[in-house]
């Protein structure tokens, strides 16, 4: 597994080495001691996630204030733009983003460590998307930054609509307003 860390260097883009044939495809989708190796530290998930949304739903900025999350993220049907946000204020990174394509063809996973927004918008028909977290969803410290953020400037891709957005989403903050972690 080739693990590339982004501009950010705290987010890794992980691309597997895929083994096809006539008869289809075998990849290994993850492997605890190489990915603890790439993040350089000791990982355990606790939690497992399956989403599936249409095109043009964007889904984010979510972050968890308290039992921050850490999440990995990858896509087993369709495309989505996936994108990290640093929202750590001692970070040298602060307030900066990055971001990928992952898809079903490109089997690429990103780590996306706690402390950081994260969100996606779907660019084919529909996406799958399978997250694992380092801690267990919590309502009540869940957090939303507004996709649009003119201080964020995220380049999310042209979409050939509107994003559709939750309530939740489009009630998020802007970062200059929104609980960050210290």
Known sequence: MK????????????EPRVFGDARGFFFESFNQRQFESAVGQSVC????NHSRSVQNVLRGLHYQIKQPQGKLVRVVVGEVFDVAVDIRRSSATFGQWVGANLSAE????L??????AH??????EYAEFLYNTTD?????????????????????????AAPVLSDKDTRGATLDIAEVYD
């Open 136 to 160: 267990y969803w919590a309502p009540e410290y869940e957090r939303c930054i507004v996709w649009n953020d003119p201080m964020l400037n995220i380049q999310w891709p042209v979409m050939n």
């Open 106 to 109: 490109n089997k690429k996973q």
């Open 119 to 124: 969100g996606f918008v779907v660019l084919s």
């Open 45 to 48: 998930f606790l939690q497992n």
């Open 111 to 116: 780590w996306v460590p706690p402390g950081f």
């Open 3 to 14: 693990a590339t860390p982004l501009t950010i260097p705290e987010v890794i883009l992980f």
